[in-house]
């Protein structure tokens, strides 16, 4: 069964640091680009960063550019987003997805795990 599950989340204070993980079961991971996208409530969901199949080009939002990488480990089906100087803007629930297509978009993605919390505050 095709799954996606994030973990990692939690409660970090500004300037910290977390490392989010999207497990995924029931396909193969190196075959598909994969995003992390963030949302907080009353605004549209935001895609963060992706790592695309094949050559694995990563892109970021530039919100976030020089303080999350992205990266995957395909012999552990997982693909990790590491972040770095977080900030209370940061605070969003956080969804791993996948899809067939090179570029992360919201209407490409065609499965997303259920999502984690991230909270950044003093």
């Known amino acids: 069964q095709l799954s996606l599950a994030e973990s990692g989340g939690g409660w970090v204070q500004p300037g910290g640091s977390l490392r989010l993980s999207c497990a995924a079961s029931g396909f193969l991971l190196d075959a598909l680009t994969i995003g992390w996208f963030r949302q907080v409530q009353g605004k549209e969901r935001e895609v963060v960063s992706c790592?695309?199949?094949?050559?694995?080009?990563?892109t970021y939002a530039d919100s976030v550019k020089g303080r999350f990488t992205i990266s995957r480990d395909n012999a552990k089906s997982t693909v990790y987003l590491e972040m770095y100087d977080l900030q209370p803007e940061d605070t969003a629930i956080y969804y791993c997805?996948?899809?067939?297509?090179?570029?992360?978009?919201?209407?490409?993605?065609?499965?997303w795990g259920k999502g984690i919390l991230v909270t950044v505050s003093a």
């Open positions: 997805a996948r899809t067939a297509f090179s570029q992360c978009k919201l209407g490409n993605m065609d499965s």
């Open positions: 790592t695309s199949s094949g050559r694995g080009v990563t």
